[in-house]
């Protein structure tokens, strides 16, 4: 018997839409990983000196400066406070709404503390999933482009959707070994009213500092304009660099900027710890607090350990491409590296040769599964679009698999 919709969300027909993509994630959340992170200790500036002026993906490096996530699951990762979404489309006022906007744009960064090492580099067409019941979203995201890598990624839930384009430019400069992203990311997000407004930003330069001294760190520094599209209430935020001596480590403030009269909100807070809101008579309000981040191998946070689990009751629902399923990244995870090592040549020099084949035109040209190139209707930018087909196809598979079993 279905029980009649008790509120407005429930209503929506994406509420049952989602519940049927949550089948496969009964299981409760893997927050450690039974092994111990026993890497072989090796100097960074040793294996790097060679290859100033290089660009990440033209580095062959030692499969020990990896960490068992890839970079589909570092995007996912940007989902670890998508609570502040739902804060932010509850807000009438269009000032709070896109504090708590930018708060979760600057949340993006806690992950990338004492992370450094490199995510395993997606196949084309490797894909991601995340379904969080518990949150009421879901997440997939798709590598559509091998040279240069690019994901193209779409969530939503009741309140919001989330989108954009993860592809990152590369450098090694000797002092510091720097990653510009260079997609826009979108956020729909529907507000108390019933109206939904459109916010961009574009993510911030992530830096490697400290590799010739011997102590590398992850800097997050850069200007970033959170933009709502539908009114001019937007924020700026100002991520520091560390700075000589580290004096300006984590530091992010900005304001909140319209060319209507809206009373003035600054901000100020560290992307490590804790960031807040002041209005004009200095209240402050928490916007975000970084989760609690017991140690844990690879410098992994809880929520990033959560992804890679392949429990019994997902894996019928998982299609073949997803990152859950690489052999090199669950040999790393269980410290395997001599494997993990293997198996990570053994894929790169398949996904060679099909290049190949397809180069000389013996087989089609490869196109992404679920997503296409399409102009933003409010941006007028190229970016990727959701066919939404991701969900139908594993929800067909997924039941056509179970009733084979049984
Ligand atoms: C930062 C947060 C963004 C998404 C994003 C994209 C690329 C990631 C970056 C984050 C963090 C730093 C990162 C980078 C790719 C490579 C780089 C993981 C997650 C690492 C630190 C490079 C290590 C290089 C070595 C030589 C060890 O929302």
Redesign the pocket.
């Known amino acids: 018997e279905k029980k009649a919709p008790s509120n407005e969300a429930e209503a929506d027909p994406l509420f049952s839409e989602l519940q049927k993509s949550f089948h496969g994630y009964e299981a409760p959340l893997r927050l450690n990983l039974g092994v111990n992170d026993d890497r072989p200790k090796i100097s960074?500036w040793g294996?790097?000196k060679g290859m100033i002026g290089k660009d990440?993906t033209k580095?062959a490096?030692p499969v020990s400066?990896?960490?068992p996530t890839s970079?589909l699951q570092?995007?996912a990762?940007?989902m670890e406070y998508t609570d502040l979404l739902n804060l932010a489309s509850q807000q009438d006022d269009p000032a709070w709404r896109v504090l708590y906007v930018a708060a979760f744009a600057a949340s993006?960064?806690a992950?990338?503390i004492n992370?450094?090492?490199?995510?395993f580099n997606p196949l084309l067409g490797e894909t991601y999933e995340l379904c969080r019941p518990d949150k009421g979203y879901r997440f997939v995201i798709e590598q559509v482009s091998h040279h240069p890598p690019v994901g193209a990624a779409y969530s939503e839930s009741v309140n919001w959707k989330y989108y954009g384009e993860?592809s990152?430019k590369?450098k090694?400069y000797g002092k510091s070994?720097d990653?510009s992203?260079l997609g826009t990311w979108y956020l729909e997000l529907k507000t108390p009213s019933g109206k939904t407004e459109l916010f961009t930003w574009k993510?911030i330069t992530?830096s490697?500092v400290g590799?010739i001294a011997g102590n590398?760190t992850?800097d997050?520094y850069g200007q970033m304009l959170v933009q709502n599209h539908s009114d001019d209430v937007n924020c700026i935020l100002d991520f520091k660099p560390r700075g000589w001596r580290g004096t300006h480590a984590y530091e992010v403030k900005g304001s909140v900027q319209s060319t209507s009269d809206v009373p003035e909100y600054t901000v100020n807070g560290h992307w490590n710890d804790k960031i807040f809101a002041y209005n004009s008579g200095s209240n402050k309000t928490m916007l975000w607090q970084n989760h609690e981040r017991p140690p844990r191998p690879f410098n992994l946070t809880p929520f990033a350990i959560s992804l890679n689990a392949l429990t019994d009751e997902l894996k019928p629902w998982l299609p073949p491409t997803d990152t859950r399923l690489r052999p090199d990244q669950r040999a790393m995870e269980v410290g395997q590296y001599d494997l993990a090592a293997e198996e990570k040549n053994r894929l790169e020099e398949k996904q060679r040769g099909k290049r190949k084949m397809r180069d000389q035109g013996e087989v089609q040209e490869w196109r992404p599964r679920w997503f296409s190139m399409k102009k933003h209707p409010i941006t007028g930018e190229d970016y990727w679009e959701f066919s939404g087909e991701y969900w139908n196809v594993r929800e067909e598979a997924g039941k056509a698999k179970l009733s084979g079993q049984s």
């Open positions: 960074l294996i790097l990440m580095m490096l400066f990896n960490e970079l570092r995007v990762e940007d993006e960064y992950s990338t992370r450094v090492a490199k995510p993860s990152v590369s090694f070994f990653i992203p993510k992530s490697v590799i590398p992850i997050n």
